[in-house]
Nanobody, 115 residues
């Protein structure tokens, strides 16, 4: 099993920045893709950004140029740097890791962007 602990959410004004962190523990060998998803009220969960074990990144069009995903394999941690935040970025952000085609999810952290 893989356990994920997220941190870094909060309330920020439009145009501000936040950095999310997600630390993985437990049976963490062979973790491949790590990333972030979000879910706004009344909407489905959507991909924000992912990073593969080889460092390849993938972003939702809505966050390209504003968000940056990175990982520290020595710390088993994935980060999401969010800049130029907009009110429409308000959501619960979930960390996700994939290990042997199994998805693991964090508990979620709230990000609220005020206008």
């Amino acid at each position: 099993q893989v356990q994920l602990v997220e941190s870094g959410g909060g309330v920020v004004q439009a145009g501000g920045s936040l950095r999310l962190s997600c630390a993985a523990s437990g049976t963490i060998f062979s973790i491949n893709t790590m990333g972030w998803y979000r879910q706004a009220p009344g909407k489905q969960r959507e991909l924000v950004a992912t990073i593969s074990g080889a460092g390849r990144t993938n972003y939702a069009d809505s966050v390209k140029g504003r968000f940056a995903v990175s990982r520290d394999n020595a710390k088993n941690t994935v980060y999401l740097q969010m800049n130029s935040l907009k009110p429409e970025d308000t959501a619960v952000y979930y960390c996700n890791v994939q290990r042997w085609a199994v998805d693991y999810w964090g508990q979620g952290t709230q990000v609220t962007v005020s206008s």
